[in-house]
Nanobody
Framework: QVQLVESGGGLVQAGGSLRLSCAAS????????MGWYRQAPGKQRELVAD???????SYADSLKGRFTISRDNAKDTVYLQMNTLKPEDSAVYYCMAESVWGRMYWGQGTQVTVSS
């Protein structure tokens, strides 16, 4: 069973930065893609950013320029650097890994709270 362990969430003031980490139990090259989703109270879970096995990245249009996804192949870890955070970025952030067969695995989630 694939395990994804997230860390790095917390409370930050508006305009601040946080970096989330997601450590995978399997090699990140065994996945078709990995990424970050977020879910705010009363809202649907939405894609924040992802990175495929070739290193190609994609972002939610509204987050381009503020968030950056990256990976460390040697550590089987994916990161999400979040800059110039806004209160509306507050949500539970989930790491996701998609297998080559299309199965999606999820981390337990990490809370990000941005105060105004």
């Amino acid at each position: 069973q694939v395990q994804l362990v997230e860390s790095g969430g917390g409370l930050v003031q508006a305009g601040g930065s946080l970096r989330l980490s997601c450590a995978a139990s399997d090699s990140i090259f065994s996945f078709n893609r990995m990424g970050w989703y977020r879910q705010a109270p009363g809202k649907q879970r939405e894609l924040v950013a992802d990175i495929n096995s070739r290193g190609r990245t994609s972002y939610a249009d509204s987050l381009k320029g503020r968030f950056t996804i990256s990976r460390d192949n040697a550590k089987d870890t994916v990161y999400l650097q979040m800059n110039t955070l806004k209160p509306e970025d507050s949500a539970v952030y989930y790491c996701m890994a998609e297998s080559v067969w299309g199965r999606m695995y999820w981390g337990q989630g990490t809370q990000v709270t941005v105060s105004s």
